[in-house]
């Protein structure tokens, strides 16, 4: 924790209307943490780079920091079967920072569904014809 704490991997931002940048932004309303993530895939379907802010305590900035590192090189696929109990293991998170690593989870695959939506855009709402 203290590692990714003191040395956050990925800090920053992406360009949120490229058409190949996910962005997930999530908050845990029980300690006020807010966590933005983006990612940014590939034509092959390989992320290439993440990036995070976080507003909150730091297995919050750890978890998210984390979270930025195992994805990249990742397959959309693959980053999906990222869960938070694999980053509360490996960053020994203890039970009452638990909430931080869920969040972290929730980011990935909000990211990720940003990205998707992107990708088709039929799902976007028809037009209304008069």
């Known amino acids: 924790v ?3 704490y003191e040395n956050p ?10 058409k190949n940048v996910g962005t997930g932004l999530v908050g845990a309303p029980a300690c006020g943490d807010v966590m ?10 390989k992320i290439i780079d993440a990036r995070f802010k976080t507003f909150g305590c730091g297995s919050a900035i750890a ?5 930025t590192e195992w994805i990249k090189g990742k397959t959309v696929d693959e980053a999906l ?5 694999d980053i509360a293991k490996e960053l020994c998170l203890p039970p009452v920072k638990l909430h931080c690593s869920m969040l972290a989870e ?9 990205y998707k939506l992107k990708q088709d855009p039929k799902k976007e709402k028809p037009e209304k014809k008069a």
């Open 81 to 85: 079967k990222i869960r938070n109990t």
């Open 63 to 67: 978890s998210s920091s984390l979270a």
């Open 9 to 18: 991997r990925n800090v920053g931002s992406l360009d949120k209307s490229a």
């Open 36 to 45: 933005k993530l983006q990612v940014e895939v590939d034509k092959n379907g």
């Open 106 to 114: 929730d980011a990935i695959k909000a990211a990720l569904a940003d």
């Open 2 to 4: 203290v590692d990714h």
